[in-house]
């Protein structure tokens, strides 16, 4: 899956545009870009609800940046890589909260 991240000027935050399996144009908000385990991940939040799945519900997918703004992603085959995935993207969004509280 080859996709452009684009930078939204209204509130300054990247944005990335991808067509889903079903043919559905969808444009997320990137939520984070990290690595695990040497490999680049990054997490997707869709601006519009996306049938099959709950609001907010942010996507996790592996990451590749190719020239210019074109990125590559792929699917997370295995469950055990997933949930590492998931783990990290968690203690980020903790680590975040946790800087933002002590900014106040």
């Given amino acids: 899956m080859s996709e452009n991240i684009n930078n939204n000027e209204e509130f300054d ?3 990335v545009s ?3 399996e079903d043919g559905t144009e969808l444009t ?3 939520i984070a870009i990290f690595p695990v385990d040497d490999k680049e ?3 997707l939040l869709p601006q519009t ?4 799945y709950e609001e907010n519900e942010v996507f996790l997918y592996r990451y590749k ?3 210019g703004d074109d990125i590559e992603l792929s699917q997370i085959e295995s469950e055990d890589e997933y949930e590492a995935v998931a783990d990290a993207f968690d203690e980020l969004l903790d680590e975040e909260e946790f800087n933002n509280f002590d900014e106040e």
């Avoid at 609800?49 to 099959?52: D, E, K, L, M, R």
Wanted: charged letters at 20%; glycine letters at 6%; a negative charge.
């Fill in 49 to 52: 609800p996306v049938a099959g």
């Fill in 28 to 30: 997320c908000d990137v």
């Fill in 41 to 43: 991940y990054i997490a």
């Fill in 13 to 15: 935050e990247p944005t």
């Fill in 65 to 67: 940046e190719l020239d």
């Fill in 18 to 20: 991808m067509t889903l």
